[in-house]
């Protein structure tokens, strides 16, 4: 097996010990392994009342802390990119970059702790080129795609990676001839989220569930978004698994969809959801060919 192979094995046993111990009572002897298709969770309050008990709990947050940390560098290669350090662009900056593109800059007045995003997606000539902007928390790590002699890889990201809060773009193929997605119904804008989060990996996730679809914005040429909220079951190698939930906007062009997918972890959705829909709401994805956008592989590399 190769280092890097090593190297992810390593990182997936962190992250599986990480959240047995996380959701595992402080006495408890040994781990319990779960059934995929098993629908209850592993959860218990903590009742400390001894010197013990207070220990034991010390030795659980150092492996939790662990396992985030070495969550964050899997989640970075499952999204084919690395993350960036360049500073983040101001307000001014993204508007003045999106007026130059021909389109609306952000509208309202931007949320304290946010920081824009205006990219392309498809810069290689050979996927399609899109203009992509959302807001998100200015402390989230930035992540973009790969570029190679082979062509472009891997999307626009961003995440508090170590506490399992991310936002991701995807584009794939549309089955609408149009520029309104529900002209399939909603099924169809349902498997558009669940192609955004399996887009690295279909076996990863169980029991994933719409539980709201709302009409959002209209962009250019008439182009209709929805916000969606969903909920879903992220299966770990060893059996467990961790109930995330999310909030994405979905959109399409007659050739494409786009979509961002915002989620977390069901703990920690409380006090992030506004965040979330935060991002999904300000997500646009315009289509680059009525932009006039032209890219070729060899002036990108």
């Not at 508090?160 to 997605?181: F, I, R």
């Not at 109930?243 to 959109?251: E, H, I, L, W």
Request: aromatic share 8%.
């Amino acid at each position: 097996m190769s280092k890097s192979g090593i190297l992810l094995v390593f990182i997936a046993m962190l992250v599986v010990g990480a959240q047995a111990f996380k959701n595992m009572p402080p006495t408890a002897g040994a781990f319990q392994k779960k059934k995929p298709v098993a629908r209850t969770t592993m959860r218990a309050k903590d009742n400390l009342k001894s010197t013990d008990d207070n220990e034991q709990l010390s030795r659980r947050e150092a492996i939790i802390n662990a396992g985030q940390a070495a969550g964050a560098i899997m989640i970075a290669g499952v999204l084919g990119s690395s993350p960036q350090s360049a500073e983040a662009k101001s307000i001014k900056e993204a508007n003045n970059e999106l007026t130059n593109y021909g389109v609306s800059p952000f509208e309202g007045n931007v949320p304290q702790g946010f920081s824009p995003l205006v990219e392309v997606w498809g810069k290689d000539g050979i996927r399609p080129p899109y203009l992509i902007s959302f807001l998100y928390p200015a402390l989230w790590v930035i992540q973009k795609p790969s570029m190679t002699t082979n062509g472009e890889s891997g999307t626009y990201a961003a995440g508090n990676y170590q506490k399992g809060d991310s936002a991701a773009v995807y584009v794939g193929p549309s089955e609408v001839d149009g520029n309104d997605v529900m002209a399939k119904g909603k099924d169809y804008i349902s498997s558009i989220v669940l192609g955004g989060l399996t887009q690295k990996g279909e076996n990863q996730y169980q029991n994933f569930k719409t539980t709201k679809i709302v009409a959002g914005a209209t962009g250019l040429k008439g182009q209709k978004y929805y916000v969606v909220d969903f909920k879903y079951e992220l299966l770990t190698g060893a059996g467990f698994y961790i109930d995330r939930r999310g909030v994405a906007a979905v959109t399409g062009t007659p050739k494409n969809v786009q979509a961002i997918v915002c989620a977390t972890t069901d703990t920690r959705y409380k006090k992030l959801a506004d965040d979330l829909h935060v991002i999904a709401d300000s997500f646009r994805a315009y289509d680059g060919k009525i932009l006039g956008l032209s890219y070729n592989l060899g002036d990108e590399l």
